[in-house]
């Protein structure tokens, strides 16, 4: 367990562990990541931090978030950022000229150059021709636009509120602006949706152009409105056998068009993948700035304190204050790294694998094989991984990948 760091004034302050990583042989981090938490209404279903603002703080925000750019730069060594991520939130609903103040800051501390993949989240409601033309001058390269769905009863139950004419409207300004790839966002499995209502947006999606589409089951998070309004039976949730049939309908509707799976949920044309989200996956370093922001480097992790108010009152030398620190522990990176590459198409490089998990203890090895063994004579595992391939699962076992990932965690 990470030490928890209660950030409550007056008392002391907690910083990043920006000196050791420093000092250490850690390599710079490459990956950036940055979190708007504004929006102007909160969706029934998101658990992510946000709040609805009437804008009386974006400029304080953006001081305090140039402030914290500042002193996070020194772990990027002057290298090139690979990938850089503005999510939210919102980050669209930022002013115009906000946006390009907190650009200049960006590549006054950072090295963004021609080969930097820089994303930015985008409601199709506050995609404006000005917002996306400063988005494009200041180097942004991909939008990942939040469609949901594009009908009009199911973003009423998600409480989205945005027409589904918006979206093509957005990423048409998007275009028009230069930046040409995009992403949408999907949810599934809403509940009084059929199979038809996802095919009907999935080909809407594809009919954009767009190269890359992120389609996720609809969850109900502890604490979310959409959770309160099951428990009080508003409505039922998608049935287990209907959830199966649409995750298969994605997978093979998806591939018609040429988009590819490459993580559970994640779908690309060839080289369209997204890089930053494959950083995070891969469990490579990044950095992370705004509230509730987790960053991870050097095998440390910390993570932002989730409240506007605490990251505006606290300014320990530009650093945010923090809830959560974890210093380096190998048993738990390998764990993570069995979490989330197990969901990659790429799988995991099984003697890496092997070999970390001896040096933290020396019979985990066996017990791993042990249950690579098993899931691939049950068909979730393909057969090559049982002769020094990656370990990689099948079709069928991408509905089961939580609870295999958690078998090997346990074998650890």
Known sequence: MGVRILRQRPQGSARPPVEATLASDAGPARSLYLHVPFCFHKCHYCDFYSIVDTRDRHDAFTDRLIRELAALAPLARDEPLRTLFVGGGTPTLLRPDLWQRLI??????????????????????????????????GGVTRASVGAQTFNTRHLETLERWHEPDSVERAVGRLRDAGINRTSIDLIYAIPGQTAGDLAADLDRAVALGTEHVSAYTLT???????????????????????????????GDRLAAAGLERYEISNFARPGAECRHNLAHWRQEPWIAAGPSA??????????????????????????????????????????????????LREGLDADITLREAESIRPAAPDRLRAVISEQAALGRIEPASLAGGPWRLTRSGLLFADGIAAELMAAL
């Open 220 to 250: 109900y998070e502890p604490g979310t409105a959409m959770t309160a309004r099951l428990a009080k039976g508003e409505f039922e949730p998608a049935p287990e056998a209907l959830e199966i049939e649409m995750f298969e309908l994605v």
């Open 294 to 343: 987790s960053a991870h480097i050097g095998g440390h992790r910390w993570k932002n304190s989730p409240r506007l108010d605490d990251y505006l009152e606290n300014d320990d030398d530009g650093f945010a204050p923090i809830i959560d620190l974890e210093p380096p522990d190998p048993a738990r990176a390998l764990a993570e790294r069995i979490m989330t590459g197990l969901r």
């Open 104 to 137: 200049a800051a960006l590549r006054d501390r950072f090295a963004i150059d021609g080969r930097t993949e820089w994303t930015v989240e985008c409601n199709p409601e506050t995609v404006t021709d000005e917002t996306a033309a400063v988005l494009a001058s």
